[in-house]
C-alpha cells in the first residue's frame, strides 16, 4: 500500500507515491498540466485518474493550481474520492504543498508559471501575490514573459530582444494571443528572459522587486524559503530577489531555495492524513 502526493500545477503534474509501512518511494510520474480552473469539463478527472492508475493507495493528498474556495476544494475531493473510495483523500491548493516541508510561521516563497507568497499558522493559511497570469503572478516566469515581450515591442528591449529569435514586435503580439495556450508561450518566453540572465537583467530586477514587495507584506523574520522551478533555472536570482527584499526594509533576512520539491510536501502530507486517520489536526489540511 501507499502514500501518494500530487503536485498539480500549471505546466505538469508529477506524483510520488511512497510505501506506507518502510517510506521508500515506490513510484514517480508525471503528466500534463493539472490546473482546476482552466481544465475543460471532465479533463482534471481524467487526469488524476490517469496517474493514479495501478497503485494501491492508503491516503492521498493532491495540491492543484485553481483550487481557489472551499467549494473547489469539496468539489475536486470528492472527484477523487471517486476515484480512491477506500483511501483518506484530500485536495488543497498548489501553494500549499511545500508548506508542508517547513515549520509553522515559515514564509515561502513560490515561483513557478505562476507564483504566490504564503505562511502557515495555528490559524491558518495565509497566502498572497499569485491570482493568475491575467491578475498577478507577479515573479513568475509568466510575469518574466509579458514584462520581456512588453519591453521588447515599447522598443526598450536592448537586453531582451535576441531571446525572440528573428521574431518581431509584431509577430510576438500574434504569438501571445493566437496561440492555443498563452501560459505556456509567456512561460517559455520568461524561461529564455531567465536563461538570458544577466542581459535581461532590467526586465529581471523589476520582476523580483515586484515579487520581494509582497513578501514584505508579511514580515518575513530570519529566512525566507524558496521554491518552484524559477529559483532552479538561474540561481543568481536568489541574490536579485534577496536584493529586493532588503530594499523594502528586510536586509538581514536569508533566502534558501528548499533541497526538495514541493510534491514531496504532498506525500508528507498525506502521512500526517493516514497517521491522524483523516482526521489531521494540522492547519494545511483542513477541509
Known amino acids: 500500500m501507499a502514500l501518494v502526493g ?5 505546466s505538469k503534474t508529477r ?3 511512497v510505501d506506507t509501512a518502510s517510506n521508500s518511494v515506490t513510484a514517480e510520474r508525471m503528466l500534463g498540466p493539472g490546473n482546476w480552473a482552466t481544465s475543460a469539463s471532465g479533463g482534471w478527472r ?29 468539489t475536486a475531493t470528492q472527484v477523487v474520492k471517486e476515484l480512491l473510495p477506500t483511501a483518506w483523500v484530500r485536495v488543497t491548493a498548489d501553494f500549499v504543498a511545500p508548506l508542508g516541508m517547513v515549520p509553522l510561521n515559515t514564509v515561502v516563497v513560490i515561483a513557478g508559471t505562476g507564483s504566490a507568497v504564503v505562511r502557515a499558522t495555528n490559524d491558518g493559511i495565509v497566502k498572497l501575490g499569485g491570482n493568475g497570469y491575467l491578475l498577478g ?3 513568475s516566469l509568466v510575469d518574466i514573459g509579458k514584462r520581456a515581450i512588453r519591453s521588447y515591442i515599447s522598443g526598450r528591449g536592448e537586453g531582451v530582444s535576441e531571446i525572440f529569435g528573428g521574431m518581431t514586435p509584431a509577430e510576438a503580439i500574434a504569438a501571445t494571443y493566437q496561440g492555443d495556450n498563452p501560459v505556456e508561450f509567456l512561460a517559455q518566453v520568461g524561461k529564455r528572459a531567465v536563461a538570458s540572465f544577466p542581459k535581461s537583467r532590467q526586465v529581471i530586477e523589476d520582476a523580483m522587486a515586484d515579487l520581494a514587495e509582497i513578501t514584505a ?8 524559503m524558496l521554491t518552484g522551478g524559477l529559483w532552479r533555472l538561474q540561481p543568481e ?3 536579485v530577489f534577496q536584493k529586493g527584499l532588503s530594499h523594502c526594509g528586510y536586509p538581514g533576512v536569508s533566502c534558501e531555495v528548499l533541497d526538495d520539491e514541493p510534491v514531496m510536501g504532498a506525500v508528507k502530507l498525506a502521512r500526517l492524513l493516514f497517521d491522524e486517520h483523516g482526521s489531521p489536526k494540522s492547519p494545511l489540511l483542513q477541509p
Request: charged residues 25%.
Open 6 to 10: 500530487i503536485d498539480a500545477g500549471g
Open 237 to 239: 536570482l536568489v541574490h
Open 46 to 74: 481524467s487526469l488524476i485518474g490517469e496517474i493514479l492508475a495501478d497503485i494501491d493507495i492508503d491516503a492521498a493528498v493532491i495540491c492543484a493550481a485553481g483550487i481557489v474556495s472551499p467549494q473547489d476544494r469539496a
Open 217 to 224: 507584506r508579511l514580515e518575513p523574520s530570519e529566512r525566507v
Open 137 to 139: 503572478d507577479e515573479g
Open 15 to 17: 506524483l510520488v507515491a
